[in-house]
């Protein structure tokens, strides 16, 4: 686990495009992601190889927040809890992170595996609640995105 770095860059674009669960972004986003929000973002690596990575932000309305844009497992590497890690590492390294905080699609199931999994592990409450509707985005046939929420953290965790 480690911070990322400007020549991590297209590795995670790479990485968010072979995936079919996710938003495509453009690699200029991974380049912004990976310099000026690196201090909320974290790769995993296994032989020297990106093989996850979970990008953040902390949201300005609410800085006690870390809100997490997108996780990702390459299809080999999950079930080893390499998720669960990276999202421990931003609370452990976020300096004060209360709540981490994302948006879910009601069929993400492994999505919401993972934050109940979390929220288990710090011993925190676990809420969700109406973020975006399907309409929010227009004729692009988007679903649905509701907002999860754990914590509050114990600052010991
Ligand atoms: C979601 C994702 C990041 C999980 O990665 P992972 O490394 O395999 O997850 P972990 O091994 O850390 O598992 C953490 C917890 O989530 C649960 N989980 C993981 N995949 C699951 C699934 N498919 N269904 C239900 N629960 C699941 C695990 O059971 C585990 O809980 P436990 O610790 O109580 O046993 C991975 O499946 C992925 O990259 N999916 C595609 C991208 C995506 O949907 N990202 C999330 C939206 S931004």
Redesign the pocket.
């Known amino acids: 686990m480690r911070r990322p770095e400007k020549q991590d860059a297209q590795s995670l674009w790479k990485l968010v495009c072979a ?1 079919e ?2 938003d495509r972004n453009s690699c200029y986003l991974y380049l912004l992601q990976t310099t000026e929000f690196s201090d909320s973002c974290v790769v995993a690596e296994l032989g020297g190889e990106i093989v ?1 990575c979970a990008t953040g932000f902390r949201p300005p309305k609410r800085p006690r927040s870390l809100f997490v844009w ?4 390459a299809p080999n590497a ?8 990276m999202l421990s590492y931003l609370v452990r390294h976020g300096g004060g992170v209360q709540f981490v905080e ?1 948006t ?1 699609t009601p069929s ?4 919401r ?2 934050f109940a ?1 979390l929220a ?1 592990q710090l011993g925190a409450a676990i809420e969700y609640s109406p973020c975006f509707e399907a309409s929010d985005f227009g004729a692009s046939g988007h679903e649905a995105e509701e907002l999860v929420r754990v914590g509050p953290i114990s600052p010991k965790e």
């Open positions: 995936d669960t996710l996850g997108q996780i990702l497992v999950r079930g080893k809890k390499l998720a669960k890690r994302a879910i993400n199931a492994a999505s595996g993972l999994s288990s």
